[in-house]
């Protein structure tokens, strides 16, 4: 199934950016005929340093696996898939697997109320072995080509301008 979708380029963004401050009267009155000017052919190098460089750093910084948080709009990273493997050492992971099996089809309260479990985690999060186990697999897992875009909590609520009235 097709959906419509409209591409918008980076001039159709600076018309819009335009009609945009010729709306805001208080703007506008500001800017004189050569303000007006300059500010066209600002508006244009703004674009293309945009595209140039703020683009370009993001890629980098996304590249080096880094999260981009830009407050109030959006927050922008790779996503990194799930650690495959066992993260203890064999030892622990033989004394997990028959604590599991003398346990199976008790449910989490078998877990939760048993002392034997308990230590074992104690155990576990001690040992030196598990915890460079769970290290290098940190180490082989590589984030992936997809990126997730998280909008803010208000980014799709539209504001209106104050008119000035009023005050």
């Known amino acids: 199934m097709k959906t419509n979708t409209n591409i918008v380029g980076k001039e159709e963004l600076i018309k ?8 805001d009267k208080d703007l506008s009155k500001q800017l004189k005929k050569e303000d007006w000017q300059r500010f066209l052919a600002s508006a244009r190098i703004l674009v293309r340093a945009a595209e140039e460089h703020f683009l370009r750093i993001i890629k980098e910084a996304l590249n080096r696996g880094e999260e981009i948080v830009i407050k109030d709009f959006f927050t922008i990273k790779r996503q990194i898939p799930k650690a495959k493997g066992s993260k203890r050492c064999d030892k622990h992971e033989k004394e997990i697997e028959t604590f599991r ?3 199976k089809g008790k449910g989490i309260q078998a877990y939760a109320k048993s002392e034997t479990f308990k230590k074992l985690t104690r155990e576990i999060r001690k040992c030196s072995n598990c915890k460079s186990k769970k290290q290098q697999i940190a180490k082989t897992v590589k ?3 997809r990126i997730t875009l998280r909008t803010s909590k208000n980014f799709w609520t539209l504001t209106k301008k104050p008119t000035g009235k009023g005050k």
């Open 143 to 145: 984030p992936t080509t």
């Open 101 to 103: 099996r003398a346990n």
């Open 16 to 23: 819009r950016i335009i009609e945009s401050i010729k709306a």
